[in-house]
């Protein structure tokens, strides 16, 4: 068996489970066949885990005013995409981390750090953030990636096993694996970002939230972080992309927002 046949091996097998296919909310073919119930107790074990390892806030105003954007971004998104698997109830909790982050993971759980709201200057822009996050649930990004990644692991292991000795298995390992990594991992990771981006705000933007300070939050953030590393190296999209990719999105979001009842979560 040719060693050249062998790498083509694994894209044959991925086109043909690529015919049963589901497709996100925005209608994005998707290859993800980890049980959503394997899914979910996942996520609620790294969420039980993180309880364990990291402080949760104290600051009753930052929890109350989290709680509140949360609460209606969620109820949003479930009228906005009503046929998306959704979980049966969401659990929020801040943690006390001075990076500016959030997550949300399979199964409702959302978590979000103190440092979040330096960059997320209103409520508006922390709206926009949890929508991001809860786009990612409602797409199944985390049950796409982990079929991702198990099927380039399989495809690895496939060809190692088989690969002429010429070659050198570990190099040739190493270089597949590279390859993987930039060809398919990162550029999915990157569609993940954007679609939970327009999703996030599709959201935010239902749930009365200015869509505009979305491009607002990515302008902090970009102040806050520094240098990126170059765009096709990185799982996520520069944040001139992800700004001009957002202003694309900009009128239909505004259209939605003047039409829907201001969000009040200052107090």
Known sequence: MSLRWLLRLPWVICLALLVGCEETPTGRSQLALVPETLM???????????????????????????????????????????????????????????????????????????????????????????GHEVGHVLADHGNERLTQQLGIKAALLLVGIFADGDLGQQQLMQALGLGAQLGISLPFSRAHEEEADLMGLAIMAQAGFDPQQSVALWRNMAAAGGGQPPEFLSTHPANDSRIDALQQGMEEAVATYRAATPADCSG
Request: charged fraction near 20%; include cysteine.
């Open 40 to 130: 979910a107790r996942m996520g609620e074990d790294a969420f039980e885990q993180l309880r364990h390892r990291q402080p949760v806030s104290g600051n009753a105003s930052i929890d109350h005013q989290v709680q509140c954007v949360a609460r209606q971004v969620v109820a949003a998104a479930e009228a906005r995409y009503p046929a998306a698997d959704l979980p049966e109830a969401w659990e929020v909790v801040v943690f006390e981390d001075a990076s500016p982050n959030a997550f949300a993971l399979p199964g409702g759980r959302i978590g979000v750090h103190t440092g979040l709201l330096q960059v997320a200057e209103t409520p508006d822009q922390l709206a926009a953030v949890i």
